[in-house]
């Protein structure tokens, strides 16, 4: 490890954090006191390695990534900088001095959940990534003030309260006065013709203040550090001096409010588009800040702005942050004179962009009216941007007017956010092999035509350090004893650990080391009443709760077993615990049924004492990465269900799979990949693939010939409306039959159900062999090695934003 701190100098360090902020020594503080005061002492180290990294880029005059994504789910910073930086031990000896434990300190750090799930997690795997492959990166979002909701289950159906995390969380934050930038909204535009051309001017806008706060990101056994930036809104200007002066402070005061809106609270939908204008002023404010600080900083290195593509790679994760491309646009027109076509030359180059979903419902596209009146000037800036982009395909598409109405920006009143990131950006890509073949051959199939060079792919990967190094650290020391310590920079290096393949001994501390993570998380759940049997085989659905994800399919495979068991109540099978961790988004109903479904499934069979020695069902309230961080490392089976064609890639499998679980999962985004990666024998695959999935549509797809034709299936179903626990569930079997809009079963759980109930059995009697299954369970985490985000980020690098490659 490069840092070099002494024990002694560690102590000094914390003993005067605890002077300086409280004016205590190590025997007066608390629990906090002491948390604080690490945290602070880790602050200062950071930015001293910042400092220097700083200095490097500088000299180098190294291109700059800008990552740019409205979630980012960072997790708890502090156990993660101490593995980082490689102090972890010497913190923990010196707090041992003092009667502290290093893991109750971690306990007292709120979890920041400044994003939804899957996408937001990805962006904070990348800056962990970023910093340990010394990438210069910056990741850029927005401070809310109340991330995610706290779920809590109240007889099965889901409460949602407020996320405070902060002030809690403020002490990894850094104030920075000195980068304020004004963001404006609202008013009109004038155009005026002069000598010098067009003159474009923004009249009568509200503008208001975005205060970056920094919190650092240290690279593991590297020199770098990543900076995520987070914005907060903050009105100054704005304030109704007049009100205030006339003695109407509730007016004066209600000016206020409303700028500071707009980072009150992150919005809770995944994979749904939100609509309102909120959450358009959320994304305006977060691109405008960013392009400006962007602009400021490259100036401060360069003379101009001529080679900014060059020096500079602005990423868009999904199309939430598009409008930086009207942004960029704007600034490099109206405030640095630069013609049309070299702005969006400039903007083009140094733009790219990641699609994360194929869900319609998912796609952004927001009213022309709506933009127009609260961001006039880039409404201005997109209809230029339309109106020369299909000149251009007239010219190639002379009367395909089908054609060119699917590839505009504009249409029927709507502006397309995806159609505006591909088209200015140079680079996009999609999260998994087959996503990235489904933007090609189907999302973005008209631009393919046009520009196949553009489209391109890379596979999701995952921070190995935090989700297994840091979060299973029984396997990391059974890792470093078998294959080195070097796959912790190299993930490709798991792969050495094939060779224990026949390693009895090892195959042996694969199991107790699991068994001691099932333990582990089994006593931490009792702390909250929830009692699980850790001899019992661990099966585990945690993801967000989504009619695609099929959580639904699981619960009806549960209800098939327990009818099953009812009807033969000896009926040879091993203990099975089906744990399910998922939060709905607040307004999605069906989501919050099948929550209660599986609430009452759970509370039905924990009532029947012969049943629940076999199967028993755990909802566990709140799903975080913190949770995630002990329950992965305990789960033995892995449920990645989704219908094919609808999972972009999903992490939750590489996750689970790195920490030694087995897959039990349709042909789906990166199940795919895995499924290449350890072979057809170490998973257990069911269900249709995308392409049968497709082809069901099209000869028209009936539920209820299922219901009729599966004697399983009709029993199952039925057992719905009697209900569990004393509650029916009418509504979802009328959902499987018939559904809302005369579609039954929109995500076809029916059509799997069968499939799925064959392989999970293939499973069970697979599990009853210890010595293969352990086996299998060690060819997952060595076919981990090619999903590590470092893996990732240097594909990003090289073929999206054309950085030379450092290590
Ligand atoms: C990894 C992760 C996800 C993504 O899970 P998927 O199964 O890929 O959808 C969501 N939430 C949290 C807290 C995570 O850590």
């Known amino acids: 490890?490069?840092?070099?701190?002494?024990?002694?100098?560690?102590?000094?360090?914390?003993?005067?954090?605890?002077?300086?902020?409280?004016?205590?020594?190590?025997?007066?503080?608390?629990?906090?006191?002491?948390?604080?005061?690490?945290?602070?002492?880790?602050?200062?180290?950071?930015s001293e390695k910042r400092t220097k990294f700083n200095q490097k880029i500088k000299e180098n005059e190294s291109k700059k990534i800008y990552?740019?994504?409205?979630?980012?789910?960072?997790?708890?910073?502090?156990?993660?900088?101490?593995?980082?930086?490689?102090?972890?031990?010497?913190?923990?000896?010196?707090?041992?001095?003092?009667?502290?434990e290093l893991e109750d300190l971690y306990q007292?750090?709120?979890?920041?959940?400044?994003?939804?799930?899957?996408?937001?997690?990805?962006?904070?795997?990348?800056?962990?990534?970023?910093?340990?492959?010394?990438?210069?990166?910056?990741?850029?979002?927005i401070c809310y003030e109340y991330g995610l909701f706290k779920q809590k289950i109240v007889d099965g159906w889901q409460m949602e309260l407020p996320d405070i995390?902060?002030?809690?969380?403020?002490?990894?934050?850094?104030?920075?006065?000195?980068?304020?930038?004004?963001?404006?909204?609202?008013?009109?535009?004038?155009?005026n013709w002069t000598d010098e051309g067009l003159e474009v001017k923004h009249l009568n806008y509200d503008e208001i203040e975005a205060v970056p706060y920094d919190l650092m990101i240290s690279g593991a056994d590297s020199e770098g550090v990543a900076i995520l930036r987070l914005w907060r809104a903050r009105d100054l200007n704005n304030f109704d001096m007049g009100s205030f002066a006339s003695g109407d402070y509730d007016r004066a005061m209600t000016e206020k409010m409303n700028a500071e809106l707009i980072c009150k609270v992150l919005y809770p939908s995944d994979n749904h588009f939100e609509g309102k204008s909120l959450r358009l002023k959320q994304q305006y404010f977060l691109v405008s800040a960013t392009i400006q600080d962007i602009i400021?900083?490259?100036?401060?290195?360069?003379?101009?702005?001529?080679?900014?593509?060059?020096?500079?790679?602005?990423?868009?994760?999904?199309?939430?942050?598009?409008?930086?491309?009207?942004?960029?646009?704007r600034i490099l027109l109206d405030e640095y004179q630069y013609s049309w076509p070299k702005a969006y030359q400039i903007v083009k180059q140094t733009v790219s962009y990641t699609n994360h979903t194929v869900l319609s419902e998912a796609l952004e596209k927001w009213p022309e009216d709506l933009i127009k009146g609260q961001l006039p000037r880039i409404y201005g800036i997109i209809k230029g941007l339309n109106e020369s982009y299909c000149q251009e395909l007239w010219k190639r598409y002379p009367g395909d007017w089908d054609k060119i109405e699917r590839m505009a920006i504009i249409s029927h009143g709507q502006i397309r956010?995806?159609?505006?990131?591909?088209?200015?950006?140079?680079?996009?890509?999609?999260?998994?092999?087959?996503?990235?073949?489904?933007?090609?051959?189907?999302?973005?199939?008209?631009?393919?035509?046009?520009?196949?060079?553009?489209?391109t792919s890379v596979t999701n990967g995952i921070a190995h350090r935090r989700w297994l190094c840091q979060s299973n650290p029984l396997l990391g020391k059974l890792l470093d004893e078998c294959i080195g310590t070097r796959y912790k920079k190299d993930a490709r290096q798991l792969g050495k650990f094939r060779v224990f393949y026949e390693d009895n001994s090892v195959l042996e501390q694969l199991q107790s080391i699991k068994l001691a993570n099932k333990i582990r998380f089994a006593n931490r759940m009792h702390k909250y009443g929830v009692t699980m049997d850790p001899e019992s085989i661990f099966v585990v659905q945690a993801k967000r709760l989504h009619e695609y994800k099929r959580q639904l399919l699981n619960a009806l495979r549960i209800i098939s077993i327990y009818l099953d068991l009812k009807e033969n109540p000896n009926l040879n099978i091993p203990p099975q615990t089906f744990l399910f961790a998922a939060k709905a988004a607040p307004g999605y109903y069906t989501a919050k049924e099948v929550i209660r479904l599986i609430w009452h499934l759970s509370a039905h069979i924990e009532k029947d004492a012969t049943i629940r020695e076999k199967i028993r069902v755990v909802f566990l309230e709140n799903y975080d990465v913190t949770m995630a961080e002990s329950l992965l490392p305990a789960a033995e089976v892995s449920e990645q269900i989704s219908l094919a064609g609808k999972e972009a890639s999903g992490t939750g499998n590489m996750k689970m799979m790195i920490n030694g679980a087995l897959t039990i999962g349709t042909m789906d985004g990166a199940n795919v990949e895995i499924h290449e990666a350890v072979g057809k024998e170490n998973m257990f695959i069911f269900g249709m693939n995308a392409e049968e999935v497709e082809r069901k549509w099209k000869e028209g797809y009936a539920a209820s010939s299922y219901y009729h034709n599966n004697e399983k299936i009709h029993k199952v179903v039925n057992s719905l409306r009697q209900g569990f626990n004393g509650e029916s569930f009418e509504s979802i079997y009328r959902y499987l039959l018939v559904g809302d809009?005369?579609?039954?079963?929109?995500?076809?759980?029916?059509?799997?159900?069968?499939?799925?109930?064959?392989?999970?059995?293939?499973?069970?009697?697979?599990?009853?062999?210890p010595i293969k299954w352990n086996q299998m369970s060690l060819m997952n985490i060595a076919g981990a090695e090619r999903f590590a985000a470092d893996r990732s980020i240097q594909e990003y690098t090289k073929q999206i934003w054309n950085i030379p490659t450092l290590i």
């Open 1 to 46: 490890m490069e840092n070099n701190i002494t024990k002694e100098e560690l102590s000094t360090i914390i003993r005067s954090k605890l002077s300086r902020h409280y004016g205590i020594s190590t025997t007066e503080a608390d629990r906090a006191q002491m948390y604080k005061s690490c945290a602070r002492t880790v602050l200062e180290l950071l």
């Open 296 to 329: 400021s900083e490259h100036l401060q290195q360069y003379e101009s702005l001529d080679n900014f593509s060059a020096k500079v790679a602005i990423h868009v994760n999904d199309t939430h942050p598009a409008l930086c491309i009207p942004e960029l646009m």
């Open 165 to 191: 995390w902060l002030p809690g969380g403020h002490v990894w934050l850094n104030q920075r006065n000195d980068l304020v930038c004004h963001v404006r909204f609202n008013g009109h535009v004038e155009e």
């Open 741 to 769: 809009y005369g579609i039954g079963d929109p995500y076809m759980c029916l059509a799997d159900f069968q499939d799925y109930l064959g392989v999970y059995q293939q499973l069970l009697d697979e599990y009853n062999d």
């Open 67 to 100: 990552y740019l994504c409205m979630e980012f789910l960072v997790g708890r910073s502090l156990k993660n900088n101490l593995y980082n930086l490689g102090i972890e031990e010497m913190f923990r000896e010196v707090l041992e001095e003092w009667n502290f």
């Open 108 to 141: 007292e750090e709120p979890d920041p959940g400044l994003g939804n799930g899957g996408l937001g997690r990805l962006a904070s795997c990348f800056m962990d990534s970023l910093a340990t492959l010394e990438y210069p990166a910056m990741g850029y979002s």
């Open 417 to 455: 956010m995806a159609n505006l990131c591909v088209i200015g950006s140079s680079r996009v890509n999609g999260v998994s092999k087959l996503h990235s073949d489904i933007l090609k051959k189907q999302v973005f199939s008209d631009y393919y035509q046009v520009e196949a060079k553009k489209f």
